[in-house]
């Protein structure tokens, strides 16, 4: 399949980051992106809910509106409710977000989600007009027992609606469980591999969801990123650790460029 689809870098910034570093730090990604002059790639930071409003209106001060896009690490199922210490799609968009993601690993091991609860998330995600970066993977014991490509299609299926979901609305992240946070990625064969039987399972799952774009998300970092975006059906990266100083963000952001 030749190439059409717009590299995306999005930075989960986790349960990391207090004000006044972060407006900083999203400071000087605003400077990088307007000294790189067109918009090469598309780039998205979902930090912590509680620094939404404050970042959105740090981009727009900086001129990076239009270049950078906000997200949020997750959302309820419901639209409103007595649902203590969570937070709605609409709430999301609200505050200044474009994107959500929903069934992170950690997510689903902290918090116990199921591939039916994710499911029910994205459909609120869409219905608050946010685009959600839905993520599978397998953990090592999977991966050992040659279950992976059953375990990761299985969750896609489960993960994503039966109807509503194009490939403008949804992006899919393969993060191998034991990847992340451990220094350990995946081999660029064994990435290449999954990345395309994710592709070829999304052509199966409904019209035009094979041009999804798939985002790589197991420790990336400015080592590995040139490698890992270079490959076929890469189409961008889902960085945890790095994506919080844009002094290591940014080599990874340029091997995105360079490969455009």
Known sequence: MARIRRRLIAGNWKMHGRLKPAVAEMRRLAALVRRAGRSRCDIVICPPASLLVPLRATLAAAGGLRRIA?????????????????????????????????????????????????????????????????????????????????????????SLPASGVTAANIVIAYEPVWAIGTGRSAESGDIARMHGHIRRRLGRLGPGLEACRILYGGSVKPANAAEILSLADVDGALVGGASLKIAEFRPIIEAAWAIE
């Open 70 to 158: 906000l997200g949020g690490q997750d959302c309820h199922s419901a639209d409103a409710g007595a649902h203590t210490g969570d937070i709605a799609a609409p709430m999301l968009a609200d505050a200044g977000a474009r994107f959500v993601i929903l069934g992170h690993s950690e997510r689903r091991a902290d918090h116990a989600e199921t591939d039916a609860l994710v499911r029910a998330k994205v459909q609120a995600a869409h219905r608050a007009g946010l685009i959600a970066i839905v993520c599978v993977g397998e953990n090592l014991a999977e991966r050992e027992a040659g279950a992976a490509y059953r375990v990761v299609g299985r969750a896609l299926s489960r």
